[in-house]
Each structure stands twice: as structure tokens, then as C-alpha cells.
């Protein structure tokens, strides 16, 4: 008969039987309750941003096999070593975040604020890569709208050495398809932009925190899930990187 | 308890009864506590506030619709105003009323006592939550002020993305912010049921109210982003002409129905899975008996959720898919019909060998059967490729959804908030009165849609300002149907409000139902549970209430 | 049908006249119809079934005649009872609805082409005769119309609910529907699909006349030119005769009896040259190289309304020979007089 037990445990007695900790919110009843549901919490969140993405994505992929030529024409204006960079730049901040939850779980808080650092440096660092890349894009007039000019696609500059053309000329018609290209390319570099943006913000918030303590005695939390988002983030651009840099990539 | 009267209301004796002085309510006092708190319970109210304002705020706009339909001639407002109006009403309603009707109400409140948890896993989020979906109906506000948005709630491009001038981004901004209400809703949701339940409380021992919310809560999680980039699209080909949606430039406006339709579908689920989730519960109450098939009924919502996924396509049959994708969408539409009917039968048969009471909340439950039927069964027309060709954008399809959506959705809201009103508020609303009410909707809306599905036979177009003389009779019928429809809605409002001064104390457990909310105080202590339960009882259990309610365990009120 | 024709001829009649039912005024009327009583007939029977069980256990089972309810767990033979019927009906109805649909959206070859150009907020009929209409169609009793039809803007959709048959108008490519008409008089043309401000008042009229009266109808609404003829005076005006000369020579390749024929382009693809085809060749010929021939093609994009297109290529359809082609040409260079004879042109 009896389904509701009589708990007898009181506040104090429940600080006893385990380390409890300042940020334990009490309608979980244990801390790793409350760990476990963060966690997931967050890997759902990263859910919904690949469906966010996803729209993107598949609006691309469409695009890309209808207006190939044009496409291929449009990504080889990309700059390569400047994406490389970029990759580089942000694996390597992913790392530091990877070391940053480390120092976190093994209590090493100066380690902790060290790599917390790094990492948005190296962020900034991407961002403001980012931003030379769409200054070149500007003064190309490849940004599209009013302003957008497809002469380089009519009329490829020629190489000096052979006199080709270093590109296949494309007909007007389809040299117009290029701005379907850049729109796509603005629009998903720009919104993982914004999240990197999101995301440098949300390191400026911890950072301070850590250097508090805050998450160097055994509340973890905000470190492992922020490091899930900008996981995230990293991913979404190992994925924009090829499929918008790479492909089709033929010798210069 | 009384064995030969018609009710299973059993209240405490009024003379001495009184409203628990401990709750969520008087925990704590001023606005500013309810605007910051953590309270589920607290969150849940305040979205019944929200909610219920836009709710008449649609009905006003459906109202001057029906009103102008009157008459074949466009002789009360100017087309554009029409078609503003016609806009807004789906808006208002799709998004800022029927999405989160039950979860962010009912489902706010109630899931985490259901399953015996002192709060949903992101009290804040939840806050967060109920702001967002202020600071989008805000904007959706804005865009109605500054001259209203007249793209359909549908937003089709090119239209919306190159030949209107009106409030378009505001709009699309508003539905957009709201839309991340609706995630993070969903979101709390899914890993407090996976992670909170009490010990004791599996799956299959939890209310199948959870279980329709849990499948809501994917679908909102997963679809409710695509709607988010489809629309930043839309906002961005107006504002910098990027050319995705413009043929001109090389883009494809059929994109944008892939992609709107893609969440647009899922989301008719998420409107009315949490419904069914709480005929369920109200079934079972008052046939004083166990969900038949509760495991088929369980199931069947996780199956709703899923496949709704794949049916998209079917709202552009007409549209330029090629035959063979209209081939397998329609199959699939019509494998997505199945669970629902299984549903239906199981509530039915609920009810056999049963003891059956009549109180209101019945009665809605027993209006959303009959119209859900109906409304679902219209939906296989639809469906249905060479009928589809006929009835698509005319006025069946308008009564189809009214049927599935008013017929069903609304009047499961209107159960659940009957049948929980005296958990949520402790007091109980006036019997008759409300009897009175459900009848009235119930006449009401049959007289209004169920002419329009004869006007959708017949031709007439949806959205439309003016029509045909020979639709007049029906239009006229579908208007008187309305104004009935509006009493219906107009009486709750002022009962409810009335209870909460006058209404009957109700004590723990007015239903005499199964369900941990039912065995704490009426209203909830702010922690909802003085102890953690430890459940054993499978749900629905009748003998376990009759056990308990013999030994009689009192809480601290 | 199974049903006695006669019956259903009353029946029909019965409720058109009713006003809750649409006149049947094509051959694939009945058929959408038969269907539809069918799928009101799985309602009728569901919703009477549903609200049996429900008032029945109402009344058998309600509280003052059966105070004590019995656990019943649930049944898997009831369950596999109603996911079985219903799955099997629904299967019945996709069949018959699919059927249905390939039927509607396939026109018979021997159909005759009426263009229908959708734009805010009026409809234009281009009959191949030249005749044009504005929210109004004419056609003949008897004999297969095929509408191709496209918007200038946004979407429309053309409706004709006395044939049953509806398609949406697209900006950017031809959809098409056709139907038979059986009986002569007036049926209501909708727009439905919203389309902004007028969208209600995007309607007209289909008038349905006997093949006599219709020829009558075409004599006298001719404008004079026929499509293909406002077509040819496009593809000189336009300079198109320059490079589709028909030479051997030409850089472009001869569109003399080209439409209906398999077309090899550059990237090896073998394509079916029809209405969509020769619309979106204008418009961006980059995508439709014909193999041998140089992407030198200029777009017509924006500079060719719909009705120019379609008269462009309601004359390619119609084109057998080059000589017109190369008459226009000379004609159109002021200094030089047209050949004596047919035959080649001097670069």
C-alpha cells in the first residue's frame, strides 16, 4: 500500500551523503541528475541546429547540381588559403576547448582560464579572417544585389604564360547563376558567423567565471556544454569548407 | 462517494473547506515574482494569459471574416484589408495559439507532476521560453499595427518575397522568435521526461498525456528550425534580393513550399498530438477505467510523430512535384491516418464496460471524437491524388482543417482546461453554465464548417473576398454558425473568471482520478510534492485509488 | 461506374440542381465524383460507427446502470481489426486517387493547346488561331484541351470546378491540365491560389460550344495573326533568324521540324524538345547546348513577356522549313532585296 515513501532525509542530512554542490538546483534530485540532464539538453539543442542548418544545406546541394558551371566558376573565386587558414585556425581552437573541459574536470584553474583564452582567441582569430575575406568579396563586387558584377565570369582574366583564359568562360545566362552561389555562400558562412559570434560572447562570460573558480570545483557543467556548441560550430565548418571551397577544385 | 448520482464530482464539504494557504500561488507575492520565476506551474499561467488574449484576438479577425462573407460583393472591407485579415487570423492562431495551447499550459504545469518531478529540467529555459513567445507575438503585433501582413499565414513566395508591400519581415521576425518558444518548450520537455521521472515511474506506467506531449515535443524540436531558416530566407530575399526563391534570378519558388511545408506539416501534428494526449486522460477519469490499448495508444503517438515527418509533399500536389513524388506522398498520408484511427477506437472502446459520467470535460472529449473523426476522415480526400486535384485550395480545405483543428485541437483544449481547472486554480467551474457552453460550441461549429465543405465541392475558392452569388446561402449559414461558435468561446471566459472568486473549492482530487496530480493539494505547493513518490501503480490504476483513498494519507497543506 | 448510367443521372441532376453539388461538365467528371461519394460513403460509415460506439456505451454503460467499471486491459484481435480495415480503405482510396490523378495530368496526344498566362490579376487565353481572350476561354464540346499555362508573377491557379480539374500556374515554367468538355454553356474559371490584392477577382468564364458554334467563335475572334505568326515576326525582330538561319554555316542550329525530336546537347544528355524545352532554351541557353554548337547564345531573360514566348514557340512548333527564316532575314537588312528563289543566303 505504501507508493509514496515517507522520506526522511532533511536538508542537512542530504549535504551529508554527498559533496553538494553550490549550483545544484533542487528540483533535481541528485547532482548527476542535474549533469545528465544538461548534457542532453545541449546534444538536443545541437539537434535542432542541424535541422537549422540542414535548410541551408539542402538548398545548396539543390542549387549546386542545377547551375554546376556556374557554381564551380563562383567557388574557385573563394580563396583557398585563406579558408585553409581558417580550418586550421578553428580546429585548433576546438583543441584548446577539448583541453579547456580537461583542466576543468581535473581542477586546474589557471590551465583552465589559459586555454579558455586561447580558444577565443583563436576564434576571433577565424573571425577576423572572415572578414578579409568578405572585404575581397566586396571589392570584387561578388556580394550580391545591385552592385553584383558577372564580368569576370563572361570574360575570365587570361593567364599571362599560356593566354588561356584561367577559367571556362560562361554565357551570361548562366554567369547570372553565380549570385545564386554567393547569396548561398553569404548566407551560411554569415550564419555560422553569427554562432561563432554567439559563441566568442558566451567564452567572454565563462572566462571570468573560471578565473573565480566557478568551474574548477566539481561543477563542470557550462565548460562541457558550452565545448559541445563550439564542437558544433567547428563541425558545421569542416562541412561549409569542402562543400563550398573544395569541390570541383581544379589546378589554378 | 456517492454510487447513484450521475456525477463522480466529489468535493469536500464546503462549509469548511478552503483553498490550501501553502501554494504556488501565494508563494510568493507581486508581479515581479510571477514575471521572474522558475515555477512551472507559474509559467504555465502566464502563458494561459498570453495565449487566451491572442486567441480572441484571432477570433476578432475570423469574426470581420465571416462578417464580409455575409454578402457575394467585397462591400465591408477593402480587398487588401481582407486579405490582412485572413493573414493575421492564421498567424494569430496557427502560431501564437494552437502551438503552444496545451504544452506551454497543460503541459507546462502538469508534466512534471505527472511524472513526479519537482520541476521541469530548465526552469529557466521554461521563462526564457514563455518571454520568447511574448517578445514574437510582439512583433506580430507590430506588423498587424503598422498595417498588418497580407502573405497568408503561408508566406508563399514569390508573392510574399517580391510583390507586397506590406509588414512581411515583422511578421516573419515575430513567427520566427515565437518558433524558438516552441523549441526550447519542446526541448525542456524531452529531457525531463527522459531524465526526471521518479523512481518507480517507467515509460509505460507514465499518463499517455506525456506520452502525446513527448511526441509533440520531437516534432518541435526537429521541425520548428526548418520553419526558422525558411523564413530568414524569406526575410533576407526581401531585404538584400539574395534570388534563392526568385525564377528571374535562377532560384525556384517551389523550394520555398519544400521547405515551408516541411515544418508546416509536422506542425499540425504538434497542434494536435498534446490534444489527444489529454482526451485520453479525460476518457479514462470518466469511465473510471484504464485507456484501452494503452500500449497501441503510446505507440500510435510516436508513430503520428513520425511519420508526419514524411508527408509534406502533400500540400503541393498540384504544384509541379512530379508524378512520382505525389505517388509516394500520398501513400504515405495515408499510412499516417492509421494511428490516428486506431486512437479514435481505443478511446471508444474506453469507455465499454466502463462507468460513465457526462461532466463537461466529457463532453468536449466526446465533440473532439465525432469532429476529429470527421475532420481526419476529410483528410483522406485530401489525401487521395485525383480528389485532391478538385478540393485543394478551396473551401473543403478550409473546413477540413477548422474540423481537425476546432473540432478537435480546441475542444481538447477546452477539456483538459475544464477537467484541470480546479488543479490549477483549486476552485471548480459552474457545472451547468459550462455544460451549456460545450453544446453551444458544439451547435456553433458544426453550423459554420460544415457548409464550407459543401461551398469547397462546389468550387469556391479559398481566400477570397467576394464570391459567386450562388454560394450565398451557405456562407450565410457558415456566418450565423460563427456567431454561435463566438458565445461558446465568449462563456468560459467569464465562468472562469468568476470561479476564481466564487468557484467551489475542489479539494485534492474533484475527479476522483488516477495520476499523481490528482493526490497532492489543489492548488500545487510550489515544490509540488512534500516527498518524492515512489510509484508502483501502473497508470489508470482504479484499485489502487479505491486502496488509497481507504487509507487516506493526508499532505501538508 | 458499376451504377445504372441512369441513375446517376438522376442523382447528379438532383443534387446540382440542389445547389450543394457542381454541375458534371467534362468526361472526367463522374469519375472525380464516383470517387468522392465513395470517400463520403468510408465517412458516413466511419462517423455513424464511431458515434454507435460512443453512444452506445454511454447509454449501456453510464454510471446509475453499470456503477462498478471493469478492468479490460485492451485486445490485440480488436486492434488489428481497426488498423486493418482502415489501412486497407485508405490503400483503396490511394489506388483509386492516383489513378484518378495520372488520368487528369495526362493529356491524350490528339489534345488541342490552348496557352493560358496567369499574371496579377487576369487570365489570358492564346489560342493557336490567334485568338486571345482576357478571363475567358471558349472550346468545343467533344474534342481533348490541353492548357499550357504559365504566370507572369506569382503563383496562380487555374480552376474549372464543373470539369473537376485545377492545376497551379508557376512563374518560370509551363504546368499543364487538360480536360474534355461535355456540355455546352458557361462554367466558372477561379484563381485559386492567393495571389495578393485581387486574387477574387482573378475569375471568368469557360463557354462551351457545340464544334460548329466554336468554329463560328474562332472566325470571328481571330485578332488576324495566329499565334505562330506573331511568333515569326518575334524571331526576326528579335535577330534570332541571324544565327538559326538554317545555313550549314549558321552558328546556331536549324529549329526546322526540331520540336518533337530528340535533341543531343554538349554534355552528352538526350533530351525531348517540347514547350518547357524551347521556353527555358531562350531563356538560359547556356543549359541546353545542342552538341557541335558554341555557348554563344545570348538570355532573353526580361526581355520577352510569356505571350512572347509562347508565340516564339508556338512557332518553332510549326516551323518545316528555313526559307520564311531566311526571307525575314534579307527582308530585314535595308540594302538587300529577298531572293528570287528559295536557297541559300550569302553570309
Same mark, same amino acid.
Given at each position: 500500500m505504501d507508493n509514496v515513501t515517507v522520506a526522511t532525509e532533511t536538508h542537512a542530512a542530504h549535504e551529508e551523503h554527498h559533496v553538494s554542490l553550490p549550483q545544484h538546483r533542487h528540483h533535481f534530485e541528485t547532482p548527476e541528475q542535474q549533469r545528465e540532464a544538461g548534457t542532453f539538453g545541449m546534444w538536443l539543442f545541437l539537434l535542432t541546429e542541424i535541422m537549422f542548418f540542414g535548410g541551408l544545406f539542402f538548398a545548396y546541394l539543390l542549387y549546386r547540381n542545377w547551375y554546376n558551371p556556374a557554381f564551380v566558376a563562383a567557388s574557385n573565386q573563394l580563396n583557398i588559403p585563406l579558408g585553409t587558414t581558417n580550418t586550421a585556425v578553428l580546429i585548433t581552437s576546438g583543441f584548446f576547448m577539448a583541453l579547456a573541459v580537461w583542466a576543468a574536470e581535473v581542477r586546474k584553474k589557471t590551465f583552465l582560464v589559459a586555454t579558455l583564452l586561447l580558444a577565443t582567441i583563436f576564434g576571433l582569430v577565424f573571425l577576423g579572417v572572415k572578414y578579409f575575406e568578405y572585404k575581397e568579396k566586396w571589392e570584387k563586387h561578388h556580394i550580391p544585389g545591385a552592385s553584383f558584377d558577372i564580368s569576370e565570369f563572361v570574360n575570365p582574366p587570361r593567364d599571362a604564360k599560356t593566354g588561356k583564359p584561367v577559367e571556362e568562360p560562361l554565357s551570361p545566362d548562366m554567369a547570372q547563376k553565380t549570385q545564386v552561389f554567393f547569396s548561398l555562400y553569404f548566407a551560411m558562412t554569415g550564419m555560422h558567423a553569427l554562432h561563432m559570434i554567439i559563441g566568442v560572447g558566451l567564452l567572454l562570460w565563462l572566462i571570468p567565471r573560471a578565473q573565480r573558480g566557478d568551474f574548477t570545483a566539481g561543477y563542470v557543467a557550462p565548460i562541457e556544454n558550452f565545448a559541445l556548441y563550439w564542437h558544433f560550430v567547428d563541425i558545421v565548418w569542416i562541412f561549409l569548407f569542402p562543400l563550398l571551397y573544395l569541390i570541383n577544385r581544379h589546378p589554378v | 462517494m456517492s454510487t447513484t448520482s450521475s456525477t463522480i464530482l466529489n468535493l469536500p464539504d464546503q462549509k469548511t473547506a478552503t483553498i490550501p494557504k501553502m501554494n504556488y500561488i501565494t508563494k510568493e507575492d507581486g508581479l515581479w515574482s510571477w514575471l521572474t520565476t522558475g515555477d512551472h506551474k507559474r509559467i504555465a499561467m502566464l502563458y494561459l494569459i498570453s495565449i487566451t488574449f491572442f486567441f480572441f484576438i484571432g477570433g476578432i479577425f475570423a469574426g470581420l471574416i465571416r462578417l464580409e462573407l455575409l454578402t457575394p460583393q467585397a462591400d465591408l472591407v477593402a480587398s487588401d484589408t481582407y486579405n490582412k485579415l485572413f493573414s493575421m487570423h492564421g498567424i494569430v492562431m496557427v502560431f501564437l495559439f494552437l502551438v503552444p495551447? &496545451?504544452?506551454?499550459t497543460i503541459g507546462n504545469f502538469l508534466i512534471p507532476i505527472m511524472i513526479g518531478a519537482k520541476d521541469l529540467a530548465f526552469p529557466k529555459i521554461n521563462l526564457l521560453s514563455w518571454y520568447l513567445y511574448v517578445f514574437g507575438a510582439i512583433f506580430i503585433l507590430a506588423a498587424m499595427i503598422w498595417g498588418g501582413v497580407d502573405t497568408g499565414w503561408t508566406f508563399t513566395t514569390p508573392l510574399s518575397t517580391h510583390y507586397l508591400n506590406t509588414n512581411v519581415v515583422p511578421a516573419a521576425l515575430g513567427v520566427f522568435i515565437a518558433g524558438f518558444s516552441s523549441i526550447f518548450t519542446g526541448l525542456n520537455f524531452i529531457v525531463t521526461i527522459h531524465r526526471m521521472r521518479a523512481p518507480g515511474m517507467t515509460w509505460f506506467k507514465m499518463p499517455l498525456f506525456v506520452w502525446s506531449n513527448y511526441a509533440a515535443s520531437i516534432l518541435m524540436v526537429l521541425g520548428t528550425p526548418v520553419l526558422a531558416i525558411t523564413l530568414t530566407l524569406v526575410a533576407l530575399e526581401r531585404t538584400i534580393?539574395?534570388? &534563392?526563391?526568385d525564377p528571374t534570378l535562377g532560384g525556384d519558388p517551389l523550394l520555398f513550399q519544400h521547405l515551408f511545408w516541411f515544418y508546416s506539416h509536422p506542425a499540425v501534428y504538434i497542434m494536435i498530438l498534446p490534444g489527444m494526449g489529454v482526451i485520453s486522460e479525460v476518457m479514462s477519469t470518466f469511465s473510471r477505467k484504464r485507456v484501452f490499448g494503452y500500449t497501441a495508444v503510446a505507440f500510435s503517438s510516436v508513430a503520428i510523430a513520425v511519420f508526419g515527418f514524411f508527408v509534406w509533399a502533400h500540400h503541393m500536389f498540384i504544384m509541379g512535384v512530379s508524378n512520382y513524388s505525389a505517388l509516394v506522398f500520398s501513400l504515405l498520408t495515408m499510412l499516417v491516418a492509421v494511428p490516428s484511427a486506431i486512437k479514435v477506437f481505443n478511446w471508444a472502446f474506453t469507455m465499454q464496460k466502463g462507468s460513465i459520467t457526462f461532466e463537461t470535460p466529457m463532453l468536449y472529449s466526446f465533440a473532439f471524437i465525432g469532429l476529429f473523426t470527421i475532420g481526419g476522415l476529410t483528410g483522406v480526400f485530401l489525401g487521395s491524388l485525383g480528389m485532391d486535384i478538385h478540393l485543394t485550395e478551396t473551401y473543403f480545405i478550409v473546413a477540413h482543417f477548422h474540423y481537425v483543428m476546432v473540432g478537435g485541437m480546441l475542444m481538447a483544449f477546452m477539456a483538459g482546461i475544464h477537467f484541470w481547472w480546479p488543479k490549477l486554480v483549486g476552485r471548480m467551474y459552474p457545472e451547468s453554465l459550462s455544460k451549456l457552453a460545450a453544446v453551444t460550441s458544439f451547435i456553433g461549429f458544426n453550423l459554420t464548417f460544415m457548409p464550407q465543405f459543401i461551398l469547397g465541392y462546389l468550387g469556391m475558392p479559398r481566400r477570397y473576398h467576394s464570391y459567386p452569388a450562388e454560394y450565398q446561402v451557405l456562407n450565410v449559414l457558415s456566418t450565423a454558425g460563427a456567431t454561435v461558435l463566438g458565445v461558446g468561446f465568449v462563456l468560459p471566459l467569464i465562468y472562469f473568471a468568476w470561479s476564481l472568486k466564487y468557484g467551489e473549492i475542489a479539494g485534492n482530487n474533484p475527479w476522483q482520478a488516477t495520476g499523481l496530480e490528482w493526490q497532492i493539494q489543489s492548488p500545487p505547493l510550489t515544490e509540488n510534492f512534500t516527498e518524492t513518490p515512489i510509484v508502483t501503480q501502473e497508470a489508470y490504476d482504479y484499485e489502487w485509488l479505491a486502496n488509497k483513498t481507504q487509507h487516506e494519507v493526508t499532505t501538508v497543506g | 461506374m458499376h451504377i445504372s448510367p441512369v441513375l446517376w443521372q438522376f442523382l447528379v441532376k438532383w443534387l446540382t440542381n440542389s445547389a450543394l453539388f457542381p454541375r458534371e461538365a467534362s468526361t472526367i467528371a463522374p469519375w472525380a465524383d464516383a470517387l468522392y461519394f465513395f470517400l463520403l460513403l468510408i465517412t458516413i460509415v466511419g462517423v455513424t460507427l464511431v458515434s454507435t460506439l460512443i453512444f452506445g456505451f454511454s447509454i449501456r454503460y453510464r454510471k446509475e446502470k453499470h456503477p462498478v467499471a471493469e478492468h479490460i486491459e485492451g485486445s490485440t484481435l480488436l486492434e488489428a481489426t481497426w488498423t486493418i480495415i482502415p489501412l486497407a480503405l485508405f490503400l483503396i482510396v490511394f489506388v483509386w486517387g492516383a489513378l484518378l490523378y495520372f488520368r487528369i495530368y495526362n493529356p491524350p496526344t490528339n489534345a488541342m493547346n490552348v496557352y493560358i498566362v496567369g499574371k496579377q490579376w487576369m487570365w489570358k487565353a492564346e489560342h493557336p488561331g490567334g485568338q486571345h481572350e482576357i478571363n475567358a476561354l471558349h472550346v468545343p464540346t467533344g474534342r481533348p484541351i490541353q492548357l499550357t499555362m504559365i504566370s507572369q508573377d506569382v503563383f496562380h491557379s487555374f480552376s474549372l470546378p464543373d470539369f473537376r480539374v485545377k492545376r497551379e500556374v508557376i512563374p518560370g515554367r509551363y504546368s499543364t491540365v487538360w480536360f474534355e468538355a461535355t456540355t455546352p454553356g458557361t462554367y466558372h474559371i477561379f484563381c485559386t491560389q492567393y495571389c495578393g490584392t485581387n486574387h477574387a477577382a482573378m475569375i471568368g468564364e469557360v463557354t462551351v460550344l457545340t464544334p460548329e458554334d466554336y468554329k463560328k467563335w474562332t472566325q470571328t475572334s481571330t485578332s488576324g495573326m495566329s499565334l505562330a505568326q506573331s511568333g515569326e515576326r518575334l524571331f526576326a525582330s528579335m535577330g534570332c533568324n541571324a544565327c538559326h538561319s538554317g545555313n550549314a554555316a549558321a552558328r546556331g542550329p536549324s529549329l526546322?521540324?526540331?520540336?518533337?525530336s530528340k535533341l543531343q546537347l554538349t554534355n552528352g544528355q538526350q533530351v525531348l524538345v517540347n514547350d518547357a524545352y524551347l521556353r527555358d532554351a531562350i531563356l538560359n541557353p547556356s543549359q541546353h547546348l545542342t552538341a557541335g554548337y558554341a555557348p554563344i547564345m545570348p538570355t532573353y531573360q526580361g526581355q520577352i513577356s510569356e505571350e512572347g514566348l509562347i508565340d516564339l514557340v508556338e512557332y518553332i512548333k510549326t516551323l518545316q522549313t528555313n526559307y520564311r527564316v531566311q526571307q525575314t532575314l534579307t527582308t530585314s537588312e535595308s540594302n538587300q532585296a529577298a531572293p528570287v528563289a528559295p536557297g541559300v543566303v550569302k553570309p
Open positions: - | 495551447s &496545451v504544452p506551454a534580393h539574395i534570388g &534563392v526563391f | 526546322a521540324g526540331v520540336y518533337g
